[in-house]
């Protein structure tokens, strides 16, 4: 059985295994699944959509916005001349819709192109999306862990994750301090942290959505 899919499953345990803590909680959990999409533009918008909503709301509300547009796809061009009332009648604030509108601004001049965001490493990635106003490192690293599933990331501010380092690691330390003593206990987890992470949120099931 393959844990982890699109990597070798001897060499992740391999490395996985000099951690014993970590070792142990991918035995318990369930083999990850592919989440992979090329369509980062997309994704940024749903993304947006999600923040700060329940996962079923955020289902609903998404579904609305996408059903506004020929196909179910809102096209760069296409979101950035619907009209504000129409977009609000699917559910989203005033605050959001500058945001998807800052996403399809950001498509249409080419900065979304997938042979571009592929060529990009994580970091750099990371700077270059954080530009659109409205999107976070937070949102970046998801989109990283699942659409992209680049497989060392770390996301650090991610509460899950701390709450599952905490419970495991008996981890006491809070603020700077945690994410200091994360990033320490993480460094064995190296070039796969992303694959930890996943495993880490599976251990408390509230992986995000």
């Not at 083999?31 to 533009?41: A, G, I, R, T, V």
């Amino acid at each position: 059985m393959n844990y982890f899919p699109h990597y070798p499953a001897s060499e992740v345990m391999a490395v996985l295994a000099k951690d014993p803590v970590m070792a142990a909680i991918v035995k318990q959990c369930q083999p990850l699944k592919s989440s992979k999409s090329e369509d980062l533009y997309f994704k940024l918008l749903s993304a947006i959509v999600s923040q700060q909503l329940s996962t079923k709301v955020a289902a609903t509300i998404f579904r609305r916005f996408t059903e506004l547009f020929p196909e179910s796809y809102p096209h760069p061009h296409l979101l950035l001349e619907m009209e504000d009332e129409a977009l609000r009648s699917a559910g989203l604030s005033f605050q959001k819709i500058g945001y998807v509108r800052n996403v399809a601004a950001f498509a249409s001049k080419g900065n979304l192109d997938h042979a571009t965001i592929n060529a990009m490493p994580d970091e750099e990635l990371i700077q270059h999306l954080t530009q659109i106003k409205g999107v976070g490192r937070w949102t970046v690293e998801m989109l990283l862990m699942f659409a992209l599933e680049r497989p060392d990331v770390l996301p650090l501010d991610d509460l899950g994750i701390q709450n599952a380092m905490k419970r495991h690691y008996a981890l006491e330390e809070t603020g700077k301090a945690l994410k200091l003593r994360m990033q320490e206990l993480a460094e064995a987890w190296r070039p796969y942290r992303t694959i930890a992470s996943k495993y880490l949120w599976q251990s408390l099931d509230n992986m995000p959505k």
